[in-house]
């Protein structure tokens, strides 16, 4: 049994893990990632980047058949499902080759297999043959996968995971999407902008419920207006596969109904790689499917650390790339700060685009502030007129007292690159005193954000 020492051991090679590698390497330790499968993770491979190149490909589709107020005409639109895969699978390929081209860059030792705890510092790697590394500090960075629903598997044809709605070989007529979150309102928007009737199920009472209530329900009218059927307040009792379809029954406010569509989709959340790990025996705490860590990413155990998905939400590549990063330096003994929460932007690539970082509105007042809150909507933005996306507001939720901006909430079109302007605001706890005085530039987009501060305090200019 081949045996090596490194610094640091991290195992996983997805955002949290990839990222907190060539930090430590920056930092100058010996270090190693273990990774079973795709460097870059789920994120890169099957999540994050792939879905946006499948969703790009659908809003040239919808593009395509709206051309005519902008003063085109195509005839015969047509698009080959199969190379709208391939290229979603390119880009996801080269972004891993674009990782494993950095851990080399940082002279990171990549070990491929699957590794585990063995105790004191050691990290089994199964293989032919077996490998043994050691390291004085452990990163777990296994990730997550999608949770089931009871008594409800997918099959890989017809009742599917991400995984399976990635690669679709076809078209299917009807899909029917059990969870409004985030994945699930994207690949809604992704088959419904190529053609497929789509029906949008949700236990909680709106969809995409960890967003503002404002923002949720006019996300709600938006799909409802495309031609999704939006059910909330509902839950799934059974999906029985039929000779030509899928028999979904469906449990809502007005009793029991039964759905008929060709796929369904699994989308209502995640649980941490928690399995298989070496855990047992250690002081690592699981707590819901997740691992227990400090404010540092130490866990319960000397020298184990845990980032990413695995230790809970937000399940956000950037929030597992920041924390791996923090990690690693207060390993290093650098003077770090621990993350704010309440600074992480979240973002949902659907057709609109969602956006948002700190409190809501709601929150804001259960924690009992007094709030200021503004509004602009899309139309009244030059910028959004002419490009003919009009259909967008944007929200912001300031301290009625201090001034000080609490949350920022945005639907409409490229808010998913607008929201880093309210998230470096957070970041550097900036006031309306600062933030009414920031000039932006004419005609952009971006001038939704100001107008909707001056409204917080009664000072809009454009509605």
């Not at 924390?323 to 003994?333: L, W």
């Not at 929150?363 to 009244?380: L, S």
Request: charged content about 20%; proline content about 4%.
């Amino acid at each position: 049994m081949a045996e090596r020492t490194f610094d640091v051991i991290i195992v996983g090679g997805g955002p949290g893990g990839y990222i907190a590698a060539i930090r430590a390497a920056q930092l100058g330790m010996k270090t190693a990632v273990v990774e079973r499968t795709h460097l870059g993770g789920v994120c890169l491979n099957w999540g994050c980047i792939p879905t946006k190149a499948l969703l790009r490909s659908s809003e040239i589709n919808h593009l395509l058949h709206h051309l005519e107020p902008h003063g085109f005409t195509a005839a015969a639109v047509s698009f080959d499902l199969a190379r709208i895969v391939q290229r979603s699978r390119e880009v996801a390929q080269r972004l891993n080759n674009g990782v494993k081209y950095l851990l080399k860059k940082n002279h990171v030792t990549v070990v491929e297999g699957h590794g585990r705890l063995a105790g004191s510092g050691r990290i089994l790697i199964d293989g032919q043959p077996e490998q043994e590394l050691k390291a004085k500090h452990v990163i777990l960075a296994t990730g997550a996968r999608a949770k089931l629903l009871p008594g409800i598997g997918p099959d890989g044809e017809r009742i599917w995971t991400y995984m399976e709605a990635l690669v679709p070989k076809t078209l299917p007529a009807s899909l029917v999407v059990i969870g409004a979150g985030a994945i699930g309102v994207e690949f809604a928007s992704f088959y419904h902008d190529l053609g497929a009737e789509v029906s949008l199920v949700e236990m909680t009472d709106r969809v995409l419920p960890a967003e503002d209530d404002e923002i949720s329900a006019f996300a709600r009218r938006a799909f409802e207006k495309q031609g999704m059927r939006v059910q909330t307040g509902t839950t799934v009792k059974a999906i029985v596969p039929r000779e030509d379809d899928l028999l979904v029954t469906l449990e809502g406010p007005d009793g029991s109904r039964d759905l008929m569509a060709d796929r369904a989709l699994l989308a209502i959340g995640i649980t941490g790689n928690v399995e298989n790990i070496g855990l047992e025996g250690t002081r690592v705490q699981v707590d819901r499917g997740h691992v227990a860590v400090n404010q540092w990413f130490e866990t319960g155990e000397e020298g184990i650390y845990a980032v990413g998905d695995l230790v809970g939400p937000p399940w956000l590549a950037h929030k597992a790339g920041h924390e791996g990063i923090v990690c690693v330096e207060h390993i290093a003994g650098l003077e770090t700060r621990p993350i704010n929460v309440q600074a992480i932007p979240a973002c949902v690539y659907s057709r609109p685009q969602i956006a948002s970082v700190g409190l809501t509105e709601r929150a804001a007042r259960e924690q009992g502030r007094e709030v200021r809150v503004g509004r602009f909507p899309y139309a009244g933005n030059g910028k959004a007129v002419a490009l003919g996306e009009t259909e967008g507001l944007v929200k912001t939720v300031f301290d009625a007292h201090s001034g000080a901006l609490l949350g920022a909430h945005m639907i409409g079109a490229e808010v998913t690159e607008l929201i880093q302007g309210f998230t470096i605001a957070l970041t550097l706890n900036a006031t309306e005193a600062q933030l009414l005085h920031t000039i932006f530039p004419h005609p952009t987009l971006s001038e939704t954000m100001g107008e909707s501060m001056l409204a917080a305090f009664g000072r809009a200019i454009h509605v």
